[in-house]
T-cell receptor
Framework: DAGITQSPRHKVTETGTPVTLRCHQT?????MYWYRQDPGHGLRLIHY???????DKGEVSDGYSVSRSKTEDFLLTLESATSSQTSVYFC???????????????FGEGSRLTVL | DAKTTQPPSMDCAEGRAANLPCNHS???????VYWYRQIHSQGPQYIIH???NNETNEMASLIITEDRKSSTLILPHATLRDTAVYYC???????????????FGQGTILTVHP
């Protein structure tokens, strides 16, 4: 159990509505990530965080924003959802006792978002 | 980070060893090889990683060639539950701007059959 909880696990919404996905961790790790997964594209990094209030863009960040006001929560927001954002979203954390980031990530169970 | 090349699919009989190859001919000296797998509808699962030496854990073994341009993930006794997409990823563990980011490719679909 990696101590990661994603919510909601499933959501259906309409084009133009705002959506926030939440990633919650119980172990106080510094590094957190949001990926999306689509057929034919594999997993693609949207945004990541390397500390409270420290975030940066990944390879597919357009249309997404993130916030990390406390260590345990990393929020992904779609300000105005579009059909192209229909996807499965995965949150991940990097568990490193030293505080530096390695490539050993632990993923949540995913949030399936459908934008009609 | 160096790119990797994997076969799109492989088959393996249950109980036999599954050997999944990965080519990373442009790997640089400080880049590690990571393996993940993703079972249908679940989040990816870390399997193993290595730099130069062969590595083994409770899930698998990782064999890296001496020139480090390719590697093989070995599942010694594959079971039906090992059916998944297997990703080979190369990245540096250095600090700075890497921040632990991983770039996933298309991976290899491993099907274990009875």
């Amino acid at each position: 159990d990696a101590g990661i909880t994603q919510s909601p696990r499933h959501k259906v919404t309409e084009t133009g509505t705002p959506v926030t996905l939440r990633c919650h961790q119980t172990e106080n790790h510094r590094y957190m990530y949001w990926y999306r997964q689509d057929p034919g594209h594999g997993l693609r990094l949207i945004h990541y965080s390397y500390g409270v209030k420290d975030t940066d863009k990944g390879e597919v960040s357009d249309g997404y924003s993130v916030s990390r006001s406390k260590t345990e929560d990393f929020l992904l927001t779609l300000e105005s959802a579009t059909s192209s954002q229909t996807s499965v979203y995965f949150c991940a954390i990097s568990k490193t006792p030293s505080g530096s980031a390695t490539g050993e990530l632990f993923f949540g169970e995913g949030s399936r978002l459908t934008v009609l | 980070d160096a790119k990797t090349t994997q076969p799109p699919s492989m088959d393996c009989a249950e109980g036999r060893a599954a050997n999944l190859p990965c080519n990373h001919s442009t790997i640089s000296g400080n880049e590690y090889v990571y393996w993940y797998r993703q079972i249908h509808s679940q989040g990816p699962q870390y399997i193993i990683h290595g730099l130069k030496n062969n590595e083994t854990n409770e899930m698998a073994s990782l064999i890296i060639t001496e020139d480090r341009k390719s590697s093989t993930l070995i599942l010694p006794h594959a079971t039906l539950r090992d059916t998944a997409v297997y990703y080979c990823i190369v990245r540096t563990n250095a600090g700075g701007t890497s921040y632990g980011k991983l770039t996933f490719g298309q991976g290899t679909i491993l099907t274990v059959h009875p």
